[in-house]
């Protein structure tokens, strides 16, 4: 499977009070607000509100804070594992990047690269809840988070008192392309995706040397492109740190990096299957 981020378009403004006003605005968009519930959002974790923020003529890139982010031509065979986060009051009314009104309500989210608006299947890897939901923004701007979901769809899988989860974001393309498949189907298509946890860690050092010593033995094997993340999982008072390998093709080639894993005595991975 191929794998694969909300702003208002900022005008060029040409008076001599640029800077100040970028300032102004960074310095706006690093405060945190709070969640409906008293929790702390991660709304300043998400996107930028600098005024560098531009979009290309041909709409397929954008920039943000000097980088510049390639949208993807479709989201078909979409699959990723990452972090997700939520972005709730601080931003509830404001347009988004597709041009509609963000509801902090709705089961919305914000993503980098799917074309908006881009429906995704969202599963919390820590307790298997997933759900639903559409892309129609632009978000999380940091390289260590995946998708920023609503207040209502984090909400739903059970985290927004944690602010972060690990999660599985896979496109629906049986929502995002009705007639563009070889068969009719109603409702999201139902599959398997495997993974393997190669090991958790309350430090992040460890996993990440347990990623390395993994991407060593995998090297010169067939296996080599298959991704190997660290996701995190909140707890009361420390954080999870987790070595995932996947999205594997099939469970024989689960079973197969297991074996390798433990021959190699790097562990005993934990064989996960995600509906």
Not at 45 to 68: C, F, I, M, P, W
Not at 128 to 140: E, K, Q, T, Y
Not at 159 to 184: H, I, M, Q, R, W
Not at 188 to 199: A, F, H, K, R
Request: aromatic share 8%; net charge neutral; with cysteine.
């Amino acid at each position: 499977m191929k794998v694969v981020p909300f702003f208002m378009t900022v005008r060029n403004i040409k008076s001599g009070s640029t800077a100040l006003l970028s300032c102004l605005m960074i310095l706006l968009s690093g405060c945190v607000s709070k969640g409906p519930a008293g929790n702390v959002s991660t709304d300043s974790s998400r996107r930028s509100e600098a005024t560098d923020q531009t979009q290309s003529s041909s709409r397929n890139t954008y920039k943000v804070l000097g980088k510049t982010y390639q949208i993807l031509p479709d989201s078909r065979d979409y699959l990723d594992i990452g972090i997700a986060s939520w972005y709730g009051r601080k931003f509830h009314g404001r347009t988004t990047s597709n041009g509609e009104t963000y509801d902090m309500y709705a089961l919305t989210a914000a993503h980098r690269s799917l074309p908006l608006p881009t429906y995704v299947k969202v599963t919390n890897l820590d307790n298997r809840r997933n759900i639903i939901v559409r892309v129609n923004d632009r978000g999380p701007f940091h390289d260590d988070r995946l998708i920023d979901l609503s207040f209502k769809a984090a909400q739903e899988l059970g985290f927004s008192d944690k602010g972060t989860a690990p999660v599985v974001v896979e496109a629906v393309d049986s929502l995002n392309y009705p007639n563009g498949l070889t068969s009719p189907v109603e409702g999201p298509e139902e599959s398997s995706t495997y993974y393997l946890q190669l090991g958790a860690f309350i430090v992040r050092e460890g996993a990440e040397a347990l990623m390395q010593d993994v991407k060593l033995l995998i090297a010169d094997l067939a296996y080599s492109k298959i991704d190997i993340k660290i996701l995190e999982s909140a707890r009361e008072t420390s954080i999870l740190y987790k070595v995932w390998l996947g999205p594997l093709s099939s469970e024989q080639e689960r079973e197969a990096l297991k074996s390798l894993v433990e021959d190699a005595q790097l562990g005993t991975p934990i064989r996960i299957e995600v509906n």
